[in-house]
């Protein structure tokens, strides 16, 4: 039988129609609108597009967006005193850097300077420590878009054996930490793994975030495995993940699709972002 598809546009709507109205609440009470600030620095052509999804995603849901689009001639130094500034503007809630930024500057230098309060990414140290110790914080979108697709198959997370591929601090450090506060038992594979494979073939729920393409066949997979493709490949003008679908559908019990699986719910979760960072500071 053919694994089900989960629809990451249909949650992603959902998602944003209850921020909308959380959105359109504050407006009413506050007399303004909440804002994300987004940096993007150079002409990077897949970053342009990201920015303006986070952007047109903000606008249609009763939040203000301030972009900021910088030539990649940049200094770390104006980068830094631009975010200094918007750490200190109260029509700002959230402040998001794109990644990648030129390698003449320092990404971690940088990021370190937005406000932890305002960290729309949830990429900061302080963040990603509270994440670790179950504090309340700003988390990664990525990951948390992951549980909502997860939670959306009806599986019990608790208890399931969690495969997940890769050890990125945006993606699989991350998503492997909320699957453990949710219980489950979880494995990182990395690309130092010897016969990752052994550990897939168990995996109840296996998230996969490696950056190549078709990695993860049919044969992989347990069956009726809940299975997401974090994987955002580009093959000719073709965006494709980082699992085989043909294959690795005959085999799970659900799948997401590339596109249209983790990419609507980030966004969606980002605008999640805003509202908990306006609402703390309300
Ligand atoms: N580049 C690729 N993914 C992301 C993301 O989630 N946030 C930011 N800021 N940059 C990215």
């Known amino acids: 039988m053919s694994a089900q598809i989960i629809d990451g546009r249909k949650i992603a709507a959902e998602i944003k129609a209850q921020v909308k109205k959380e959105a359109e609440e504050y407006l009413k009470r506050n007399g303004r609108k909440m804002g994300l600030a987004v940096i993007l620095v150079g002409d990077d052509f897949a970053s342009g597009i990201y920015v303006r999804n986070k952007i047109d995603a903000c606008n249609e ?6 972009a900021y689009k910088l030539p990649a001639t940049t200094t770390e ?3 830094i005193e631009l975010i200094h500034r918007l750490n200190n503007d109260e029509t700002v809630d959230g402040i998001l850097v794109q990644l990648p930024l030129p390698p003449h500057i320092r990404q971690n230098v940088v990021l370190s300077h937005i406000s932890v309060y305002k960290d729309a990414d949830g990429f900061l140290a302080e963040n990603a420590g509270n994440l670790m110790l179950g504090n309340p914080s700003l988390n990664a979108c990525t990951p948390c878009g992951i549980i909502e697709l997860i939670r959306s198959t009806g599986i019990n997370i608790d208890g399931a054996n969690a495969v997940v591929i890769g050890r990125s601090n945006i993606v699989g450090k991350p998503i ?3 699957l453990l506060e949710n ?3 979880v494995t990182m594979c990395h690309s130092h793994t010897a016969n990752f494979v052994n550990f897939t073939r168990h995996a109840d729920i296996l998230v996969v975030a490696t950056g190549q393409k078709g990695l993860i066949t049919g044969d992989m997979v347990k069956k009726g495995a809940v299975v997401i493709d974090v994987g955002m490949n580009r093959e000719g003008g073709k965006l494709c993940g980082d699992v085989d679908m043909e294959s ?4 799970a019990g659900f799948i997401t699709p590339v596109p249209g699986g983790v990419g609507p719910v980030t966004v969606a979760m980002l605008l999640k972002n805003i509202v908990k960072a306006a609402l703390r500071l309300e």
């Open 183 to 185: 219980h489950a038992t």
């Open 176 to 178: 492997s930490l909320l």
């Open 248 to 251: 690795v559908k005959e085999v």
């Open 77 to 79: 130094h104006d980068i």
């Open 61 to 66: 849901n009763c939040i203000n967006s301030y």
